[in-house]
């Protein structure tokens, strides 16, 4: 018995890993899109309940999940080629010479960044930002076919592991050497976690990238353009939207375009990153929390931004989806373990 049962187990290990190496190019497709059906479980549920038609609910949801997610990738990836190649690179010279003839002053308590923002000032050099700017332009034209491609099968594999979620879930039940109640446990920290984090990470990017629209609309700019990628800017750690009205508002100065540069700089601070993201961004969240998911979910903010931080940084524009669940995943383990060893249980 322990020789057919140790065949077993190591029949089903090589398999696994031939099934892995088939299935390599697509673990992360696959997993994107795995994540994405447990974020909107309960949306999926909602619209399922009211139109009692499964399929007509999931072609639903996954149009939803297009336009709302990937539509303005595509808009981006078609409008970016256009406006790279009518862009004057004498605006970026003029805009660099104005910078570099401003004299920076940081207030006292700054005072020890002085010396960088010189140096950084000084070493502006428009023949290496134009060629930054087309290698990151050869570098989007080289990989757009690839990220569509992905877009597409997480496309079809969304709305596969949505229409079957019952039947998946069923099966993996029956599976795992886990309990219900303890596979209850993490699929409900899990759920409830990606779906706060992906709606608020969507009302986010919506919200603000909408107000930054509105302003460069005003100013002739292409407000939907801009407003897409300040929202996708928004979502970097730490810097922000700044890396969108920083240049414009220093073009605008070096034009001497002076009250519409300040406008700028006065609209994005305050209104977007104070008002929108200070005070309006909680109660997005806290709204989100307390009315899509079925358990409150207990977040801690300064541990989703990190795990945000740290998924882009490792899986790439992906990893704002594997961050947050992975790390998820991994705090449910723990606290399941903990439970086990308080109920005096062997694991």
């Known amino acids: 018995m322990n ?3 140790g065949f077993l187990i190591a029949f089903f290990l090589v398999v696994l890993y031939w099934v892995i190496k088939l299935y390599e190019p697509f673990l992360v497709v696959i997993t994107v899109a795995s994540l994405l059906s447990i974020a909107t479980y309960n949306i999926n549920n909602y619209i399922a309940k009211h139109l009692k038609n499964k399929i ?32 004057d690179n004498t605006l970026v010279d003029h805009t660099i010479n104005y910078i570099k003839n401003v004299n920076f002053k940081l207030p006292d308590a700054l005072s020890f960044f002085q010396n960088d923002v010189n140096t950084f000032i000084e070493k502006l050099d428009l023949n290496q930002i134009t060629k930054t700017a087309l290698s990151y332009l050869g570098a989007l034209g ?42 209850d446990i993490i699929f409900d920290e899990v759920s409830n976690v990606m779906s706060v984090v992906f709606y608020s990470i969507l009302a986010t990017a919506i919200f603000e990238g909408a107000l930054f629209a509105i302003i ?16 996708f800017a928004s979502l970097i750690p730490i810097i922000g939207g700044a890396l969108m009205w920083v240049p414009i508002s220093a073009y605008e100065f070096a034009n001497g375009n002076y009250l519409e540069g300040i406008t700028i ?10 008002i929108a993201d200070t005070f309006i961004k909680p109660l997005i969240i806290k709204f989100i929390n307390n009315k899509l998911s079925n358990v409150k979910a207990n977040i801690n903010e300064m541990l989703i931004f990190f795990a945000i931080f740290a ?37």
């Open 265 to 274: 700089v006065l609209y994005s601070i305050i209104v977007i990153s104070i």
């Open 3 to 5: 020789i057919q049962r």
């Open 142 to 183: 080289k990989n757009s076919a690839n990220f569509l491609k992905d877009m597409l099968l997480i496309l079809i594999f969304y709305f596969f592991v949505t229409l079957n979620a019952k039947e998946l879930g069923s099966y993996f039940r029956t599976i795992l050497p886990l309990k219900d109640d303890e596979i």
């Open 56 to 87: 007509v609910a999931t072609s639903i949801s996954t149009l939803l999940l297009f336009v709302l997610f990937f539509a303005p990738i595509i808009y981006i990836i078609t409008s970016a080629g256009e406006v790279f190649n009518n862009f």
């Open 311 to 347: 998924g882009l940084t490792t899986f790439g524009f992906w990893g704002m989806i594997l961050g947050p669940a992975i790390t998820t995943l991994f705090i449910s383990l723990l606290s399941m373990f903990k439970s086990i060893k308080e109920k005096g249980l062997d694991i």
């Open 216 to 231: 460069s609309e005003i100013f002739g700019y292409n407000g939907l353009l801009l407003g897409i990628f300040y929202g």
